[in-house]
């Protein structure tokens, strides 16, 4: 942010913003009194006259008066504020402070400071403090529990500032607590990133009243830079602003910096929720403010995260990696101007990056790159797409994994103590998953939470550790039923009369471990996939709603004096609800290929029941070519069809 040009006077070079005190550029000094109201507070609605972005070309009358600075005790008093900007303090300013250094009566040095982002979401939020020892216990258990040396990770220092929580650690324990990040604390799923700032616990100190005018003053200024009627809130050449210099913000570059992040830190202070800010301000010019990376002001991302608007034109970027620490951000940003900027002769395609980096920017110094039905199907191409479905492959043998299917969801959901002694031993296995990102029907309801799950859940995309695997298998009759016990109760679609919710595919498996030893090559079993819906109470919260499962059995012989089958493997993988599409239900189509559909429904008629194509086809034409009815009927007539109907017997 060093200023530009050579033949700038002294002060001119030491500007940290590094903006030119010209006349051109800046923004005209608003006349009257500032509006104000009664707490003192920025008045977002006070009147305004100021110009719209075309307007930056006109004499600003904002630069520093000739020969004078800002007088001794207005220096003092920006030293205070600024000082206090840094250190944090119990007013309306987040706290934003340089690296820590000192050990006693303040922070703990060389800290790594992590932000949490989902408390203010969670269940947790509720509690008298606002869920905040809940989370931070949450984070020291979890990364106990995740973490390969068996040892307790502690959380150093900790605050909240505005929708974050800010945690302080030593490198070790912090490497620990990124790896929270994406599980679910108290029905919420927790972002847990690197801050890019330190950060120190507000103090318990009350604010001078040097502070509290200077406060005053820099609100004032943002008043006056505030269009209320466009949403626009201009902060170009800040450097020019004569009330700025007369306070004296910039006479330093670490005071400078300060002065921004400040201006950020009333921004958010002045505003009671995310929503409210953000119907407030849709636009910001930076301007003129020869910035070279947007380092400098990077705060603005985080204070207005959902900025449509932004005009960064006359300023000093001259390649990508300029622009590069707000990659990824302002996801709602639409108009971006860049004109003046070293990169537009240095990087032909900066454009098209920039459209790369912002999902949703349309416009680009004034032109139109794309709409907004373009950017749509974009974006829905970006979405992950289900994978297609077919009919099911039921290979069974002697009717084994079709009653297998009929018994055990029924047992499961009204007595899963009797299920487990029955079908499972003490070499049965069995794990559940949870995927809380799967691809979601956009009509189906809100998804239920997933805490009565997670606690158990074996995703090995996030649970890394072999001793955390480990301890998520549960193997044994005993340990699954207690594990089961503890579930929230479920109710699975009848599979005789509603089979179109479910999609199962079965096969033989053969060389299954001989528990008895006779057999060195193994014994045959089958291996059953189940991919279908359920609904679900759960009776600690109260909770009613579906979910969608995909449930896989290894099953094999049972053992001498037991059941006919024994559950080898039993794999459980929950998802929000969606509903499946109905294989069983041929799609609609020109009349020329119905005689094709209807041979293909007649063949695999005949493969899942062994029918001869004949019977197959009587069966189907009852039904109207109802796949899914037309296995029904057959599951409830079969006992009564002669022997030639069946393939075996020709």
Not at 122 to 151: I, V
């Amino acid at each position: 942010m060093a200023p530009r040009g050579k033949n700038q006077p002294a002060r001119e070079a030491r500007n940290p913003l590094g903006t030119k005190s010209s006349s051109r550029g800046g923004i005209q000094k608003r006349r009257g009194p500032t509006k104000t109201d009664n707490d003192g507070d920025l008045d977002m609605d006070a009147p305004s006259k100021r110009l719209n972005r075309g307007s930056t070309n006109e004499p600003s009358g904002r630069g520093r008066p000739s020969g004078r600075g800002p007088s001794r005790g207005a220096a003092k008093v920006a030293q205070i504020v600024m000082k206090q900007l840094g250190s944090g303090n119990s007013s309306d300013l987040s706290a934003r402070i340089s690296r820590p250094t000192r050990s006693r009566g303040g922070f703990i040095e060389g800290l790594t400071w992590l932000r949490i982002h989902g408390l203010k979401q969670s269940k947790a939020a509720s509690n008298p403090d606002g869920g905040l020892s809940d989370l931070l216990s949450f984070m020291e258990r979890k990364a106990s529990s995740l973490s390969t040396g068996r040892r307790r990770h502690t959380i150093r220092k900790s605050h909240r500032a505005g929708d974050y929580v800010f945690i302080g650690a030593n490198k070790e324990d912090a490497d620990e607590f990124l790896k929270i990040n994406a599980l679910t604390f108290a029905g919420t799923k927790l972002e847990v990133v690197e801050s890019n700032e330190d950060f120190a616990p507000p103090k318990k100190a009350t604010e001078s009243p040097e502070t509290a005018e200077l406060r005053s003053k820099l609100q004032a200024i943002l008043s006056q830079r505030y269009i209320g009627d466009n949403k626009l809130l201009k902060l170009d050449a800040l450097a020019s602003d004569a009330e700025l210099v007369t306070l004296g913000m910039f006479e330093t570059r670490e005071r400078a910096l300060k002065t921004f992040k400040g201006l950020m830190a009333i921004c958010d202070g002045l505003f009671k929720t995310p929503q409210e800010k953000k119907d407030a301000i849709e636009s910001i010019s930076l301007a003129n403010n020869s910035i070279d990376d947007v380092i400098q002001v990077e705060s603005v991302a985080s204070s207005f995260p959902q900025l449509k608007n932004l005009d960064m034109s006359g300023n000093q970027i001259s390649n990508m990696e300029g622009l590069k620490r707000w990659k990824g951000k302002f996801k709602e940003l639409e108009t971006l101007y860049t004109t003046g900027n070293p990169i537009e002769g240095a990087d032909a395609n900066f454009q098209a990056t920039l459209l790369e980096w912002f999902p949703k920017l349309r416009i680009i110094n004034g032109i139109e790159l794309r709409t907004a039905q373009q950017i749509a199907e974009q974006e829905a191409a970006r979405q992950p797409k289900p994978i297609p479905q077919s009919g099911p492959d039921f290979r069974d043998v002697n009717g084994i994994g079709e009653q297998f299917l009929l018994d055990f969801f029924a047992a499961y959901d009204s007595n899963r103590e009797a299920l487990t002694s029955r079908l499972y031993d003490a070499g049965s296995q069995f794990s559940l998953a949870v995927d809380a990102v799967s691809v979601r029907d956009p009509n189906a309801p809100p998804p239920l939470p997933w805490a009565a799950y997670i606690k158990s859940s074996r995703n090995l995309q996030k649970i890394t550790t072999l001793h955390a695997r480990s301890q998520r298998l549960f193997k044994g009759a005993n340990a699954i039923y207690n594990l089961w016990r503890d579930l929230p109760m479920t109710k699975h679609p009848n599979m005789k009369d509603e089979l179109s919710k479910y999609i199962m595919d079965c096969h033989p498996l053969p060389g299954l471990a001989d528990p008895t030893g006779q057999s060195q090559l193994g014994v045959d079993g089958l291996i059953i996939a189940v991919h279908g819906e359920f609904e679900e109470y759960d009776q600690k919260s109260g909770l009613t709603g579906k979910r969608s499962f995909s449930r896989t059995f290894v099953l094999a012989p049972g053992l001498s004096g037991s059941a006919q089958i024994r559950v080898v493997s039993d794999m459980l993988s929950l998802r929000a609800y969606s509903p499946l599409p109905n294989v069983f239900v041929a799609p609609s189509s020109a009349p020329a290929d119905t005689a094709n559909q209807h041979q293909a429904m007649i063949a695999e008629l005949s493969k899942q029941t062994g029918m001869v194509p004949q019977y197959s086809e009587m069966c189907l034409s009852q039904v109207e070519w109802d796949f899914g009815k037309a296995l029904v009927i057959f599951n409830e007539k079969k006992s009564q069809l002669p022997p030639e109907a069946f393939a075996s017997a020709t």
